[in-house]
């Protein structure tokens, strides 16, 4: 009696009385600390119901909440080479690669789409900071190039929303050529006269802040990103001093006068809106505009 009451009991009350609890139920703030319910969250695009801060989102669900309905076009962009500089260190380039595709489900750290935002045709571009820290090579050199000629193609604005750690030292050499190269790709849209907004997002360092994310038309960033191009750490222990609070911060950016704007993520889409019809010369856009119902034909007698 004593082996049933003392280990077959409590065995059977374990495995009745167990709760599986879903991993993504929850998650924590990065900057409160507080548990928000994941559902929450997402509703909120990612934006803290405590105390406002915006988390990381992926490009994909950055397009579902900014395109009407949540409807786009995704554009293919051209292959690189896949490792040419055969680069190794802990593990090799091919192998980081298709972790960072396993974990995020996307093909590259760039995604580049066209659509429709207030009834404004658009391209858009947004950076993946969780495909290995949105870092810029080959790859996002192609797709800005990409959307840029789309853009140009269809004579449409170019709304790119930035998120990177930098150049990807796996390319080395080619992947700062990507600099030069994206800011050619921006020069032509302003040949043929079509806007470019850019919209930064925490982080935006490195030679992607020295290239095209300052580059835009319109700056506009999402409150307390960082932008920069060597981080505030690197600055200290170089010059040996205390920097300003919140520096190189978006607000203090826009006090300084190297942003247009700093725009909450739930406010993005109709501040997006207003800016590019204005820029294009098209009439304000009408809230809740809906297309107009299909004339019936008249009833035959």
């Known amino acids: ?32 600390g507080t548990m928000l319910f994941h559902r929450e969250v997402t509703d909120n695009l990612g934006v803290c119901t405590s105390c406002g801060h915006h988390m990381n989102i992926s490009p994909r669900a ?51 789409a066209t659509g429709e935002i207030g009834r404004t045709p658009v391209v858009c571009a947004a950076q993946d900071f969780s495909f290995m820290g949105g870092s810029m090579g080959m790859y996002v050199g192609n797709a800005i190039i990409k959307a840029a000629e789309e853009a140009r193609k269809l004579k449409r604005p170019l709304i790119l929303f930035s998120a990177a750690g930098g150049a990807r030292m796996q390319e080395g050499i080619l992947s700062l050529m990507q600099m030069p190269r994206t800011t050619v ?5 302003r040949e043929a006269g079509l806007p470019y907004i850019v919209v930064l997002t925490h982080p935006t360092t490195g030679g992607v802040t020295a290239s095209y994310a ?9 409150p307390n990103a960082l932008i920069c191009f060597a981080g505030p750490r690197v600055i200290e222990q170089t010059i040996r001093e205390k920097l300003p609070e919140g520096f190189q911060r978006a607000e203090y950016l826009l006090e300084h006068g190297m942003l247009d704007r700093v725009t909450d993520r739930r406010q993005m889409r109709d501040e997006l809106i ?28």
Do not use: H
């Open 62 to 112: 950055r397009f579902e909440s900014l395109f009407d309905g949540g409807v786009f076009a995704e554009l293919k962009v051209p292959e690189p080479l896949a490792d040419p500089l055969q680069f190794r260190d802990q593990k090799k380039y091919p192998d980081r690669m298709k972790a960072a595709q396993k974990s995020t489900g996307e093909k590259e750290a760039m995604l580049v």
């Open 274 to 301: 207003t800016i590019t019809r204005m820029l294009m010369g098209l009439p304000p856009a009408v809230a809740g505009d809906l297309p107009p119902p299909a004339e019936e034909a008249p009833a035959k007698e």
């Open 185 to 189: 790709a921006v020069q032509m849209l």
């Open 1 to 32: 009696m004593n082996w049933i009451t003392n280990y077959v009991r409590p065995r059977i009350n374990s495995i009745f009385s167990r709760r599986e609890m879903p991993e993504n139920l929850w998650t924590k703030c990065d900057s409160c």
């Open 214 to 222: 300052m580059l835009g038309d319109v700056q506009i960033a999402e």
